[in-house]
């Protein structure tokens, strides 16, 4: 049974590029999440996808945008990278919204990908 | 919105028991979560509480008291591989939300 699979694992851009991150979900899974985790912080929730469509967001910018896949695969692309964008980028897939209900529909990280901006 | 409010430091020795504490505040309540990360790695999920009350799942247990928005990881016979961020995470009823904000994470360190 896969797991959550994230590529690259690390990665070193400069400032003003832009960056595009992938994901795919664990297998019976069609939801996926992105969080941005800074050094020392928790996870930062930035935008869910479900049926192809951006279904919540967090407080980010447009700069950040994505995309989801009829396979459930997603995609974080960030525009016009800064220095503080520099952070673990995580991944994570659940079921449906509204399913799971007895398991309180857990979502599972992949190994994340680390974003250095230079 | 969320504020999720978790320590920030915690020590402990090995083969004790520590408690660690979660405040929230949430515009509905959706479910509390418990996730592991060690220093490099991605967060595991630890544990879920959507009731008050004990969750115990072998050393680890949680509770919940939603009334006063509160919750606490024990972790108990404390080994050496226990030292991680254990981060507290709450998933709001909004419709269809299906995402979990995260606190700032406490990390525990675990000493001989």
């Known amino acids: 049974d896969a797991g959550v699979t994230q590529s690259p694992t690390h990665l070193i851009k400069t400032r003003g590029q832009q960056v595009t991150l992938r994901c795919s979900p664990k297998?019976?899974?069609?939801?996926v999440s992105w969080y941005q985790q800074a050094l020392g912080q928790g996870p930062q929730f930035i935008f869910q996808y479900y049926e192809e469509e951006e279904r919540q967001r967090g407080n980010f910018p447009d700069r950040f945008s994505g995309h989801q896949f009829p396979n459930y695969s997603s995609e974080l692309n960030v525009n016009a990278l800064l220095l503080g964008d520099s952070a673990l980028y995580l991944c994570a897939s659940s079921l449906a919204p509204g399913q799971g209900v007895i398991s309180g529909n857990t979502i599972y990280f992949g190994e994340g990908s680390w974003l250095t901006v230079v | 919105g969320q504020n999720i409010d978790q320590p920030t430091e915690m020590t402990a020795t090995e083969g004790a028991i520590v408690q660690i504490n979660c405040t929230y505040q949430?515009?509905?309540?959706?479910?509390l979560f418990w996730y592991q990360q060690h220093a490099g790695e991605a967060p595991t999920f630890l544990s879920y509480?959507?009731?008050?009350g004990l969750e115990e799942k072998g050393r680890f247990s949680s509770f919940l008291s939603r009334s006063k928005g509160y919750s606490y990881l024990l972790l108990k016979e404390l080994q050496m591989k226990d030292s991680a961020s254990y981060l507290c995470?709450?998933?709001?009823?909004?419709?269809?939300?299906?995402?979990?904000?995260f606190g700032a994470g406490t990390r525990l360190t675990v000493k001989p």
């Open positions: 509480n959507v009731l008050d």
């Open positions: 949430t515009s509905g309540f959706n479910g």
């Open positions: 297998s019976g899974h069609d939801t």
């Open positions: 995470a709450v998933r709001d009823l909004k419709g269809d939300n299906n995402d979990m904000r």
